[in-house]
Structure formats: structure tokens, C-alpha cells
């Protein structure tokens, strides 16, 4: 009730951004959660305004180039890969998002038929993805799409190896931002 009231007073938009954001960051919920009941109420309404935000949001420029959203088959919440998708199609960016538990065999085909500019995910520090089999993948189906896999706010360094970008979440989001017009 708290978050109703909220958008009766803000835009969707604002509450996003100055409230629901900042408060995922501190309680660590963008990426992992600890399956404690309080927190599934908190992530369903969550989950609830993002794609309502996501759904308020303008109609992409489809002379963007595309970008895919995915998380591998693995524990993580999809809340960071939500906030992603509304920050992403909020500055007119063409965004296809494929949702949580997607394996690299689920990727080719989409890879094939829409070729995106970019391919984003993030990983939580103790998950072992193949990133090689998706490079390998990448490269065999649309070389000119590169993988940016955005980490937890405690990775501050940049690393680039052949196709695929890692940087902080909010760099990666900031990058794929400014390199799709």
C-alpha cells in the first residue's frame, strides 16, 4: 500500500528511480535473495511496479539497435534484470527480454534471427556461467554483438575479452545506454 500510495503522488517513473531502485540496492534484492517470507512480499510488489513502469514506458525507437536481456539458469532474482529493461526501453532503447533460467541452446536462435547490438546479463559473485560457450556462440551466429555481463557494486574494475564487456551494474547499464543510438 505503501508503493500505491506513492504513485498517486509521483510518477511512475520518479518512484522507480528515487525509491524502489535505491532500496533494492541497499537490501541486495537486484541480484539474490534469502527466501524469507517478508522479502517475497516485498519482491512481488516490487515486481509489480517495475513491469508497470516497464509497461508506462514510451515505445522504443526501432532505430536502435536491439539489446537482449537474460539471466542464465541460476537462483537469481530478476529484479536487477527488470529495473534493467525499464532504464533501458526509458531512453528509447529497442530491448527484447527473455526473462530468467535461459540457456546459452535458448539464446542461439534469438541471437540468429535478431543479431542485437548487445547481449545483457548479470551474475552474482559465486555463479560459475560459461561465458565461453556464449562467446563461442556469439561469434559463430552474430560477431558483432558483444556480451556485457554487469557485476555487484563491490567489482570495480573493467574487463574486455573479445566480445564480451564486464563492468558494475549500473556502468553496464550506463554503456548499453549510450552505445545503442
Given amino acids: 500500500w505503501v508503493l500505491d500510495e506513492l504513485l498517486m503522488t509521483w510518477p511512475i517513473d520518479i518512484l522507480i528511480e528515487k525509491i524502489i531502485y535505491p532500496f533494492l540496492k541497499l537490501t541486495k534484492l537486484l541480484w539474490i535473495g534469502h527466501k524469507l517470507s517478508e522479502e517475497h512480499l516485498v519482491v512481488t510488489a ?21 539489446v537482449i536481456l537474460f539471466l542464465p539458469d541460476s537462483n537469481q532474482l530478476d529484479l536487477g534484470l527488470l529495473y534493467s529493461n525499464f532504464y533501458l526501453k526509458s531512453n528509447g532503447i529497442h530491448v527484447i527480454y527473455l526473462g530468467n533460467d535461459v540457456s546459452v541452446q535458448n539464446l542461439k536462435s534469438i541471437i540468429y534471427s535478431s543479431s542485437p547490438a548487445f547481449i545483457f546479463t548479470y551474475l552474482h559473485p559465486h555463479y560459475h556461467f560459461g561465458v565461453d560457450k556464449l562467446s563461442e556462440c556469439i561469434n559463430t551466429y552474430s560477431p558483432e554483438t558483444k556480451l556485457v555481463i554487469g557485476s555487484y557494486s563491490g567489482c570495480s574494475a573493467l574487463y574486455s575479452q573479445k566480445n564480451v564487456l564486464h563492468l558494475p551494474f549500473n556502468a553496464a547499464l550506463e554503456f548499453l545506454r549510450d552505445n545503442t543510438c
Fill in 46 to 66: 516490487t515486481r509489480k511496479k517495475l513491469i508497470l513502469a516497464i509497461e508506462s514506458s514510451k515505445a522504443c525507437d526501432l532505430n536502435t539497435r536491439v
